[in-house]
């Protein structure tokens, strides 16, 4: 079993920057990340291979979201800029077993493992 840790959530001003983390207990492969909104369903946000070398973004956060991780000490990072209030949600971190391929990053069922979420709210 492998833990996710979330941090790095909080309030910003719209047009502001976060960055939020993921530690894994121990090694994974894909990693994503995924936000819920209040009254909305789960949506996905990034992913990212093993490597680090593919990386996959919800085409309408491109180029405002970046993902990366260091394997070294097992973590992912998520940093937001140009935030807007629209982007206010809970973002989970997620991992797999297995190197997922491309069509399955945005699907939260492929992944194997989650964390509990941490806050992110952006004010007008």
């Known amino acids: 079993q492998v833990q996710l840790v979330e941090s790095g959530g909080g309030l910003v001003q719209a047009g502001g920057s976060l960055r939020l983390s993921c530690a894994a207990s121990?090694?994974?492969?894909?990693m994503g990340w995924f936000r819920q909104a209040p009254g909305k369903e789960r949506e996905f946000v990034a992913a990212?291979?093993?490597?680090?070398?593919?990386?996959y973004y919800a085409d309408s956060l491109r180029g405002r979201f970046a993902i990366s991780r260091d394997n070294a000490k097992n973590t992912v990072a998520l940093q937001m800029n140009s935030l807007k209030p629209e982007d206010t949600a809970i973002y989970y971190c997620?991992?797999?077993?297995?190197?997922?391929?491309?069509?399955?990053?945005?699907?939260?069922?492929?992944?194997?493992?989650g964390g509990q979420g941490t806050q992110v709210t952006v004010s007008s």
């Open positions: 997620a991992a797999s077993r297995a190197e997922l391929g491309y069509r399955d990053y945005p699907v939260s069922s492929k992944y194997d493992y």
């Open positions: 121990r090694r994974t492969f894909s």
């Open positions: 990212i291979s093993r490597s680090g070398g593919h990386t």
